[in-house]
């Protein structure tokens, strides 16, 4: 199979998180009891009208510029029909000729670096409704709340080499609509989804192979293991000479597989043509710098910048920077204490572990950045060992108070005078001279004893460097 | 008869304001009148007798209380075509799909006109979603022409027409598309406005051909008629092709220029819309109407608009194109009429869709599908569109260099006879040659009636502005009327 080279272009969809709809005035909320998120242009009454909702635009420029595209000046909505009772016009609208943006791009990591996938367009749309197929009925039902929710469609070049490729490009698309606070990418609920165009071809072919299209994607594993599967499937029937036939495919988790989908033999006609009832879209340079200057900075910037300001290791740079939050709450705790790679270990490891455990995320984390910092301080001022400090760790987390007022409260800190636990050394010994003799007799074992006994007396406050210095000399 | 059914809408409203009448006097004498002659005429559809004794009964609190400070509509009956969505009101466009359907919502014309204290009486019949220039393509029978009774009134707005002709309504809301005000207005003898695409909102106006369509009013004087456009015309923000720019108060420039005449205003008179297809007597009346106005201190120019042949193939592939695409939502799954002969989804949307139209829908949609389809879209839509651009460009030219006004024919023959021309879709189209232009244009146009041939049946004076000229329209008609008077009342008897 390695002389042949997999073509994959992904095309994604994100849903936009405005409070209305594209063109209606009913709310985009999910989970709501079905067809009470409507209206009469969402029910496609007769009659009725669609109204561009301004928000829209604005989240999808801000998308164009943050993935480099060139935005049009003017932009044309297009009528897409086809019948299904989801759509209730018998028509989606969409952009067609003329989308919003062309010609961007994403970076990626790539294990042979930062490679760049082009996106070809962006370009807005409504979603449809909901089609719920119930067994043992005679009968679908249809929700209706979906249809008229704002999407982007997402197009990229065919750049992608591989499904660990395309993982990453989805994953940095998802990090990306994230930052900019216009998706929350879900893919489980739907927010984002992924439809991949899978072909194969001879290793330094220039002809692109017969490309088949892949649905049903909805995380980023399937996406990676629809698309190795169908990469096997398409070299192994090129490999024995047969062809591979252009056609539209579902991943079939329970089966591993992606089978073909029954009865899509022709491309369907959409008969798109502009939709008269919307003006073009006129987008001018003011309002591309409007929205330009309220972009955060992005996934890949915040990268960059955790590695050069903070020296961070790439793993802890891509843990710290995954989420805009994370990486905005580990800037403030950095610029309370200036301890970075302290601050990144108790965030990946402590923080990120106790939020876990209680299925809590990060925007609701208990513990305040500069509360953080100030324990990884105490720490590093050798008021507190670091054992302790894990115990003040979880009663910050419980209680949303300051590392420095549980340590006073409880009497936590450190014991580093060395009279002080020379004289608790000593004390333990002479209460156990059979483990003494233990020692003395070669069971080296004993010092964890010995430091036992020694951090029961001081109630763990002792410093540990300094018992063992000081037991070791005792013993010796 | 109650003779409160023969005055116009202002000489109603002064009789309410002075108290010679009640609200209730008036819409009573309406709906009498529509008992005793809906069932020849079959204008009315739906009549909706108990809202509109309420509606009365409200006028004539709020004339009681505020006097002539009462809003302009004030117990004013009106008819709506039952294209337009009435909320709680069953709106079915003379279509069988549609039988059933009661809107939620308002449509905003109606809507600004129950806001200014209008009575609606019911809904007019029509042709099937507005397709049809005889009214003969209703799925719940065809109107007569009070005119003749053996005769068309027009279509699409057939109902409407025949209404206010009959003195069932004053004033009644009619589309046009493609001519569907304009024409019956003609057939009838009655005065219909076709404002500028975007001065009046198309929200709850049923799609047809979305950049054609617009609503306007019927009515028997051109002081009524300006009264409704100057409610129902202005800015909607649900509907983003309707027009920001300020409403002009038609009234009061009616007012104004009442007795002044017309000094000074050029008319256009195109040769390309008196060609052989035009009716001899249709003819020699619009032109000794055109000369009335010269009379009236107007400038004639002969001038041509070359692109006028091109119009009928251009709107009957827009048109159609748009109509298929707007006509996709009746599919039986939310709404209307569901067949009941399925077994598939794919039977559920043909049989429903079978069933619920009529032929001239159906013939429309499928002309419409294949032009808009993969590998026809450039030959045919994409150079439709672009032939129209060259009729704005006449127009504009015309109006930019050569004249203000334009004067034509509106229908080439006066109202045939029903039947006549069912049996050829082609030669029913050519009912609207004269009209059609004007919408492709955008452009705003009036048929006045200006005279009767010799059968005894009217004929309409089709005047055509710039855009947002409504104004101009309404004064030039004003002046025409008063200068050549017509028996807007013949059949109010």
């Known amino acids: ?476 | 008869m109650s003779s409160l059914v023969k005055l116009s809408a202002s000489q109603m409203r002064a009789g309410l304001l002075s108290g010679e009448f009640t609200a209730k006097d008036l819409t009573s004498a309406h709906l009498d009148r529509i008992d005793a002659t809906n069932t020849e005429l079959n204008s009315f559809l739906l009549v909706t007798r108990e809202s509109a004794l309420e509606s009365a009964e409200n006028a004539d609190k709020t004339i009681k209380q505020l006097g002539n400070k009462s809003p302009l509509f004030t117990g004013i009956p009106v008819a709506i075509k039952d294209m337009l969505v009435t909320k709680g009101i069953e709106t079915k466009c003379a279509s069988k799909i549609l039988e059933g359907f009661i809107p939620p919502y308002d449509c905003t014309a109606v809507y600004r006109l129950k806001e200014h204290g209008a009575v609606i009486l019911g809904k007019t019949n029509m042709d099937e979603f507005a397709m049809g220039s005889s009214n003969e393509n209703s799925a719940y029978g065809p109107v007569r022409n009070p005119w003749d009774k053996s005769r068309v009134p027009g279509g699409s707005s057939g109902g409407s027409a025949a209404c206010v002709c009959s003195g069932q309504a004053p004033i009644a809301l009619g589309t046009d598309t493609g001519g569907s005000i304009r024409q019956p207005a003609s057939l009838t003898g009655t005065i219909g406005l076709k404002p500028t695409y975007g001065r009046v909102s198309r929200y709850g106006a049923v799609a047809y051909a979305s950049s054609l369509d617009q609503i306007g009013p019927f009515g028997r004087t051109v002081e009524d008629v300006a009264m409704a456009l100057q409610v129902i015309a202005g800015k909607d923000s649900r509907d983003s092709t309707s027009i920001g720019a300020p409403v002009p108060n038609y009234l009061e420039e009616l007012a104004c220029a009442k007795g002044k005449g017309l000094s000074g205003l050029r008319v256009g008179v195109p040769k390309e819309y008196f060609s052989q297809g035009i009716d001899p007597e249709v003819s020699k009346s619009v032109h000794a109407s055109i000369k009335a106005l010269e009379g009236l201190g107007c400038q004639l120019v002969d001038i041509s608009l070359p692109t006028t042949d091109y119009a009928l193939a251009t709107y009957y592939i827009i048109g159609p194109a748009e109509a298929s695409s707007n006509l996709s939502r009746y599919d039986g799954i939310r709404y209307g009429k569901r067949s009941k002969n399925h077994k598939s989804l794919a039977e559920l949307y043909a049989s429903t869709r079978s069933e619920g139209f009529g032929q001239e829908v159906k013939r429309r949609i499928l002309i419409g599908t294949y032009v808009l389809s993969q590998g026809y879209y450039d030959a045919y839509y994409r150079k439709a569109q672009q032939v129209r651009t060259l009729i704005i460009e006449d127009f504009k030219k015309a109006f930019s260099e050569q004249c203000d006004i334009i004067a034509t024919p509106v229908s080439p023959t006066t109202a045939f006879a029903l039947g006549e021309k069912t049996s050829n879709p082609l030669q029913m189209y050519m009912a609207d040659i004269c009209t059609i232009p004007v919408n492709l244009a955008g452009l705003p146009g009036i048929s006045v009636p200006c005279g009767l041939d010799s059968k005894g049946l009217p004929i309409g004076l089709q005047l055509v502005g710039p855009a947002l000229e409504e104004t101009r329209l309404l004064v030039t008609a004003q002046a025409f009327m008063d200068q050549c008077p017509f028996d807007v009342t013949a059949n109010i008897v």
């Not at chain 1, 209706?144 to 997402?154: K, Q, S, Y």
């Not at chain 1, 209680?358 to 001022?381: E, Y």
């Not at chain 1, 003494?436 to 430091?451: L, P, Q």
Request: charged letters at 25%; glycine letters at 6%.
């Open chain 1, 1 to 476: 199979m390695d002389n042949f080279e997999a073509v994959i272009g992904l095309e994604v969809h994100a849903q936009l998180a405005t409070d209305s709809k594209i063109f209606a005035t009913s709310s985009t909320q999910s989970g709501n009891l079905p067809n009470t998120q409507t209206d009469p242009v969402t029910l496609g009454l007769p009659g009725c009208l669609p109204v561009l909702n301004k928000r829209v635009v604005d989240f999808a420029i801000k998308l164009g510029v943050a993935t480099n595209c060139k935005i049009r000046h003017e932009s044309v909505f297009a009528r897409k029909h086809y019948f299904y009772p989801d759509l209730p016009k018998g028509y989606q609208i969409s952009q067609y000729d003329k989308p919003l943006c062309e010609d961007g791009y994403l970076e990626i990591r790539s294990d042979t670096g930062m490679k760049r996938i082009c996106i070809t367009r962006i370009h807005l749309e409504e979603d449809a409704g909901k089609n719920t197929h119930l067994d043992h009925e005679p009968y679908s039902v249809v929700d209706l709340n979906r249809a008229g929710v704002p999407l982007v469609e997402i197009v990229s070049e065919p750049d992608l080499r591989s499904a660990q490729e395309a993982a990453a490009y989805m994953k940095l698309l998802r990090q990306t609509v994230r930052y900019l606070d216009i998706c929350d990418g879900n893919m489980d609920e739907g927010s984002l989804r992924c439809d991949a165009n899978v072909s194969v071809r001879l290793r330094g072919a220039e002809k692109l192979g017969t490309k088949v299209e892949i649905k049903n994607l909805n995380s980023f594993k399937f996406v990676e293991r629809a698309i190795e599967y169908e990469i096997a499937r398409q070299s192994a029937l090129l490999a024995n000479g047969e062809a591979v036939v252009q056609e539209t495919r579902l991943w079939d988790e329970s089966k591993g597989a992606t089978r073909s989908m029954r009865g899509k033999e022709e491309a369907a006609d959409y008969r798109y043509f502009p939709d008269p009832d919307l003006l073009p879209l006129v987008v001018d340079e003011a309002w591309i710098e409007r929205i330009q200057s309220t972009l955060p900075e992005l996934p890949g910037q915040a990268f960059d910048r955790f590695r050069s300001n903070y020296g961070l290791s790439p793993d802890q740079c891509e843990l710290l920077t995954e989420e805009k939050l994370t990486a905005h709450y580990f800037d403030q705790a950095a610029s309370v204490h200036n301890n970075p790679q302290g601050i990144a270990n108790w965030i990946t490891s402590e923080l990120f572990g106790r939020l876990n455990r209680d299925g809590m995320a990060m925007s609701r984390c208990p513990i305040s950045p500069q509360n953080l910092a100030n324990l990884v301080k105490l720490i590093d001022d050798e008021v507190i060992s670091g054992k302790i400090a894990k115990a003040i760790f979880e009663e910050m987390f419980s209680s949303s108070t300051s590392p420095a007022s549980i340590v006073e409260k409880r009497g936590l800190r450190q014991i580093t005078d060395s009279n002080q636990i020379s004289t608790i050394i000593k004390r333990v010994l002479d209460e156990n001279p059979a483990q003494v003799i233990a020692f003395r007799e070669g069971k080296t074992k004993m010092m964890g004893f010995f430091v036992g006994q020694i951090m029961k007396e001081t109630g763990g406050k002792a410093n540990p460097q300094l018992v063992n210095e000081l037991l070791t000399k005792e013993l010796a």
